[in-house]
């Protein structure tokens, strides 16, 4: 791998991050508890979706 495509995947990595994170925190809070998660894991949720 060339170090323009390990940054490009990382940028990209990086950007579904941030819109999986935002999309759990817009999400309605009756949603949330229906799916059984809190919208302030947000963040945890979205990096484990990303990253593994």
Same mark, same amino acid.
């Given at each position: 791998?060339?170090? /323009?495509?390990?940054?490009?995947?990382? !940028?990209?990595?990086?950007?579904?991050?941030? @819109?999986?994170? +935002?999309? /759990?925190?817009?999400?309605?809070?009756? !949603?949330?508890?229906?799916?059984?998660?809190? @919208?302030?894991? +947000?963040?945890?949720?979205?990096?484990?979706?990303?990253?593994?």
């Amino acid at each position: 791998m060339t170090v /323009l495509s390990t940054v490009k995947t990382a !940028v990209e990595k990086r950007a579904k991050y941030l @819109r999986t994170k +935002a999309e /759990l925190q817009r999400m309605p809070q009756e !949603v949330a508890i229906d799916l059984g998660i809190f @919208r302030e894991d +947000a963040g945890k949720i979205a990096y484990r979706a990303v990253y593994g």
